[in-house]
């Protein structure tokens, strides 16, 4: 696993805590989105065809400070828009740390050469670079020629100058094992700490939508990479158990409280991927509040496909603080990739439906043959 053990320990400790207080609901990481805006238009992206007057809004280093005390989740990430466009963003970051968080600091490198002088290397802060593979796949995904080599750049002088440095990689329609695995062998090669690598969301706000891959596909192409990867020594950025569900060998629910997202408009109801179900103007009122039961795979539509860490990264970990053994069994011999896969969920809303087809006015209707 690509993260360091100082980290895994703080880490361990938070969990252990919230465990010993009972605790059945709790941050794992906490999502601080301080501004929408962004210098890249990607196709699978739903976060920027806001008007231009929401686009020009930002969190400020008060109120950034505020989400991180009030939220307590040991680690923060910071994804965008792009961050980097934020003028308080060195300051914000020096707030995190000063805190003991860690922070991951999601960007697509572009600004990253003319911006580091304002940060200081630090066990706390990783900066975590956009890569959807390599220059051909990447350069499309974001809708930009040359963005690839800028961003391979910016990773080699942050590992130059004793950054830490992870890649965040999103996986759409299109992908091989071969090419996703061609893609972590060089990033590995590149002295990354690690990479996260997750299916794209279906953004309904996405200008693109046929880009998304979709129900057993994503598990298939997960076990075809992880196939591969047993003769590779590639540091992914998740628990074992996540990496288990991506192979379709472990039937989870999303537990969204996991990874709270605070953004210009408040504390978004249920989480970073869905922008139209509210916001909460606190933390515990996004706790008390949100009718969880609402959301999840089997429990709403919009949700369907999902299988992104920031839904089921908590519930894996939660998964290995319950079965630990399970977990040290999965840690041993990796994502098992032949075999039968879990079943997928009944959709909540198909049963509703036959069982409204069952009933006239509300009153059960026997269908004799």
């Not at 004793?162 to 890649?167: E, S, Y």
């Amino acid at each position: 696993m690509g993260v360091p053990l100082r980290q895994q320990i703080a880490v361990g400790s938070y969990l252990l805590k919230q465990k010993l207080k009972g605790v059945k609901k709790y941050p794992l990481v906490l999502m601080l989105e301080p501004l929408f805006r962004c210098n890249l238009a990607c196709a699978g992206c739903g976060k920027i065809d806001y008007p231009e007057d929401v686009l020009d809004q930002r969190l400020s280093f008060e109120q950034c400070m505020q989400a991180v005390d009030e939220c307590g989740a040991p680690m923060v990430s910071i994804p965008g828009g792009e961050p980097l466009i934020h003028k308080e963003m060195p300051q914000i970051i020096a707030g995190i740390i000063a805190r003991k968080k860690y922070v991951y600091l999601c960007t697509n490198a572009l600004l990253l050469k003319k911006r580091i002088d304002d940060y200081t290397p630090s066990p706390y802060l990783t900066f975590s670079i956009h890569l959807d593979g390599m220059k051909e796949r990447h350069d499309a995904s974001v809708c930009q020629d040359g963005v690839f080599d800028r961003a391979v750049e910016a990773i080699k002088l942050c590992v130059a100058r004793g950054f830490r440095v992870t890649v965040n990689c999103t996986l759409f329609q299109g992908e091989t094992p071969d090419d996703v695995a061609e893609f972590l062998d060089y990033a590995m090669e590149l002295g990354i700490e690690g990479a996260t690598i997750a299916p794209g969301f279906s953004y309904e706000r996405a200008p693109k939508q046929d880009i998304f891959i979709k129900g057993q596909d994503t598990k298939k192409l997960f076990r075809g990479i992880f196939e591969i990867g047993k003769k590779r020594n590639w540091k992914l950025n998740h628990s074992k158990l996540y990496l288990d569900f991506l192979a379709g060998n472990q039937d989870y629910a999303c537990t969204p409280w996991g990874n709270p997202t605070r953004n210009i408009f408040g504390w978004q109801k249920p989480c970073y991927l869905l922008p139209d179900e509210g916001y909460a103007t606190s933390f515990k009122e996004l706790l008390d509040d949100t009718p969880w039961e609402k959301y999840g795979n089997s429990s709403n539509p919009k949700c369907a496909q999902c299988m992104a860490h920031c839904g089921y990264e908590a519930t894996a970990v939660e998964d290995t603080l319950q079965h630990p053994l399970k977990a040290l069994l999965a840690s041993l011999r990796g994502p098992r990739t032949t075999g039968p896969m879990v079943a997928e969920p009944t959709p909540k809303w198909v049963t509703e439906e036959l069982k409204a087809r069952k009933t006239i006015g509300g009153i059960p209707v026997r269908m004799e043959r």
